[in-house]
């Protein structure tokens, strides 16, 4: 594994656009990314996880969304290597994911193409790249599945298309109960994958595997070479403070996942976070980075206190992914489109009392959301110590 970039900021835990009939909507993922980036200077993402609806969707959909991250992010439809016996997915010609197998070089494939004698119709080819102002630093993606042999599908998938990283969340229906349990099915996944950055997805009050991640990470190394850090979205700073602690040399990536609490795993050393506000909120959320960094703690107090206010008040009207989408779409003005079930879209009465709640709050900075927003609609410790704490936002 080739290092790079370490993983840190902020990521947004993306939310998958559908269609009002249910099916994904790809189409607006290039926009999407524009607006990350140019609007809410957030450069890193997170796909099909819990926001993304990720265990909802079918194999083909999680590919098809991967592949458009990739494609829209990084500003290359190119996907896999040229190397002999590669297997390319030929975008944009003749039907969406058309499989080419090829027995030559890949400069023969493409004099072939550019000759018309391949048999296909003139297109791009994954080869050529897309042009683009923007682009994303890192995009992971989640190929966590309760099937072995379906995460290890998709994990090969995410390494061919060229993906920044793949993350994996413990399965649990039939659940992992210990360490070496949980460590022997993320080996399986990771090794599907030996050249791309792996990182374990921890949400113990989804899950319900209640490993702790400090003693998951006691030799992980020795056992997953292409480990990289944790996605840790659970409320227990304890455990987050010790996997810090015993790990500086290591240098992993520990991005913390509960939005509402993020100043505090800043102050325990956590590198960044990923998460479902980051979104809408990354803007403001960036601005309490850096002046937590100043360090300026009064200052980013205000912006985890107010990002807090918002999150308090939807909480108790009831949200999750459905309310967030609802947001993400008045905010933005880029159309999320429904949940699938069986999550329900959210109200006409949670979107109008969203929508004035984040109009309301008056930001350090002196901005306000109502100058933000795009559209009125919605639609859319030590070895033993760990416990299981719950937050009603745990890092979606």
Request: one cysteine or more; glycine letters at 8%; proline letters at 5%.
């Amino acid at each position: 594994m080739t290092p790079g970039k370490k993983l840190q900021g902020l990521v947004a835990a993306t939310i998958t656009p559908m269609t009002p009939d249910g099916q994904i909507n790809l189409s607006v993922i290039r926009q999407y990314v524009d607006y990350l980036v140019s609007e809410q200077n957030v450069k890193n993402v997170f796909v099909n996880g819990t926001t993304g609806e990720g265990l909802s969707l079918n194999i083909q959909e999680r590919k098809q969304l991967a592949e458009e991250w990739v494609c829209q992010g990084k500003d290359n439809c190119y996907v896999g290597e040229c190397g002999e016996e590669e297997v390319f997915w030929v975008r944009r010609i003749v039907s969406r994911n058309k499989l080419v197998r090829r027995l030559t070089v890949c400069m023969d494939i493409k004099e072939k193409h550019r000759n018309g004698t391949d048999g296909l119709e003139p297109g791009r080819f994954p080869w050529q790249e897309q042009t683009s102002s923007q682009r994303l630093d890192h995009v992971i993606i989640h190929v966590g599945a309760l099937s072995l042999p379906e995460s290890q599908e998709l994990a090969r998938h995410a390494a061919a298309i060229g993906a920044s990283g793949i993350a994996v969340i413990a399965p649990f229906f039939f659940k992992p109960t210990n360490k070496d349990e949980l460590i022997a099915f993320l080996q399986q996944v990771a090794s599907e994958a030996p050249a791309v950055p792996f990182y374990y997805y921890h949400i113990p009050p989804l899950t319900g595997v209640k490993v702790c991640v400090e003693e998951l990470l006691d030799g992980i190394k020795e056992q997953i070479p292409t480990f990289q850090g944790v996605k840790f979205s659970d409320t227990d700073l304890l455990d987050l403070a010790q996997c810090i602690n015993k790990n500086e040399r290591e240098q992993f990536a520990f991005l913390y996942g509960v939005d509402e609490q993020l100043l505090s795993a800043l102050a325990i050393g956590a590198d960044g976070a990923v998460g479902s506000t980051y979104n809408y909120l990354g803007q403001k959320t960036n601005l309490m980075l850096q002046a937590f960094a100043k360090p300026d703690l009064a200052l980013a107090r205000k912006y985890q206190f107010l990002t807090g206010e918002f999150l308090n008040f939807v909480i108790k009207l009831g949200f999750g992914v459905a309310q967030t989408k609802a947001v993400m779409t008045f905010v933005s003005g880029i159309p999320m489109g429904p949940p699938r079930l069986p999550l329900v879209d959210a109200s006409e009465d949670f979107i109008v009392k969203a929508k004035a709640k984040l109009d309301s709050i008056v930001w350090p900075d002196g901005d306000s959301c109502s100058l933000l927003c795009r559209s009125g609609s919605g639609g859319s410790s030590s070895g033993s110590h760990c416990h299981s704490s719950h937050s009603p936002h745990d890092g979606l």
